[in-house]
């Protein structure tokens, strides 16, 4: 499937639509079925001891899970998450971008399924995984 969104175009419709959030996150790259894009971890990204929070991991899992459905299937705001899991398996380093590799295992008419490795940034091993469900808002007629 082509893609329908670019890094740039993503990065841009972040900033239109979710600006509260969008200075957060860069995209890196963008595939067919694939993003890269890191969290800019901040003193706010992190928990007690210094370590990146869970729910900035998650943020960065669903936001990648986010648009690397919507590079597969151009703007759509009203895609929702319906489903994620996720395993916190290292303790991320603090102070270094947390970088998430999202791959698109399935795309349908109504739900896209991604899978998506966290990173530490300049760290092999990653620290979380996570597999996320988006609903895809039905496509006007016409």
């Not at 860069?26 to 694939?34: F, K, Q, T, Y």
């Not at 009203?78 to 489903?83: F, G, I, P, S």
Request: with cysteine; hydrophobic share 40%.
């Amino acid at each position: 499937m082509p893609i329908k969104m670019s890094a740039q175009e993503l990065s841009d419709f972040m900033k239109e639509v979710f600006q509260q959030v969008a200075e957060d996150f860069a995209v890196d790259h963008v595939g067919e079925g694939e993003v890269t894009m890191r969290l800019l971890t901040q003193e706010k990204h992190l928990r007690p001891g210094g370590t990146v929070s869970g729910p900035s991991m998650f943020g960065l899992a669903d936001v990648s899970a986010y648009l690397v459905t919507l590079s597969q299937i151009g703007p759509q705001a009203l895609a929702v998450t319906t489903n994620c899991s996720i395993d916190f398996m290292r303790k991320p380093r603090a102070g270094v971008p947390l970088v998430a590799k999202a791959r698109l295992l399935k795309l349908g008419k109504q739900l896209s399924v991604t899978d998506v490795l966290l990173y530490s940034e300049g760290m092999e091993e990653p620290v979380a995984r996570a597999s996320l469900t988006y609903a895809i808002p039905p496509r006007p007629i016409g």
